[in-house]
């Protein structure tokens, strides 16, 4: 069922199949008669569209985010990662399945799965109503690069993917909703508070399940989280983060602080 959505590559079919498998996961959860976890092999890439075309970061066209044409552009950015997110949540379900884990693990990825189709589409709405469209516009192409990185580093995933970059997004939103807010957009508004509210779910699965695997390694989180990141995450993070949040996901400030530049947990 994983592999099946990572090897579709229209976005809005990709995630009309993520959610009709989460629906029947959860309806054979419901019932009693849990869908068999099994192993597979998916592929290391995920498919995608024929459109956006995918650049290098440096050379993604930086637009105004006070402008139509900037408002656009952020939309179709937060597309581009919603759609990636779909494929990392369905990813770590097919690519480590021979690794023993509660049924939860699977409830939890699937759920945020799901979510992230829905996310998905909303944004590609508010394209659409803006008369755009996901991949009318050049996309970032190093967004799968975390995913290849741990391919084969199960917690290295975890604390990479929902730890250090969903996390990110918790940081980032605040600011993106006030950009939509001040433009009167009412719907991009409304999409990205869902996305806002819901992400705090998907870093605290991260959370959950990178103590989890910690606790059945008998390891420190905190001191596996900095080797684990700088291992796998290129440059150091970048403050304001949104600590609230954060917190309210199962990270606490000592665990991102002395991955920033200056190393140092901060009072303010």
Known sequence: ?????????????????????????????????????????????PSRPAKPELLDPRDVPRRRPGSPQGRIALLHAVAHIELNAVDLHWDIIARFGHIPMPIGFYDDWVKSAAEESKHFNLICDCLEALGSFYGDLPAHAGMWKAAEDTAEDFMGRLAVVPMVLEARGLDVTPGMIEIFRKAKADDAVAAL???????????????????FMCGRENLDPKDVFHDLVRRYFH??????????KRAEAGIPPDFYWPLTETGSVTDE
């Open 1 to 45: 069922m994983a592999t099946e959505v990572l090897t579709c590559g229209e976005g809005r079919e990709k995630t009309e199949i993520s959610k009709r498998h989460a629906e029947a996961w959860f309806a054979a959860r419901k019932a009693g008669t849990p869908i068999p976890v099994g192993t597979a092999n998916p592929p290391l890439r």
């Open 193 to 211: 508070e869902v996305i806002y509210s819901e992400e705090v779910g998907h870093v605290a699965f991260g959370s959950k399940w990178f103590h």
């Open 235 to 244: 440059g150091a993070l970048k403050p304001p983060f949104n600590e609230e």
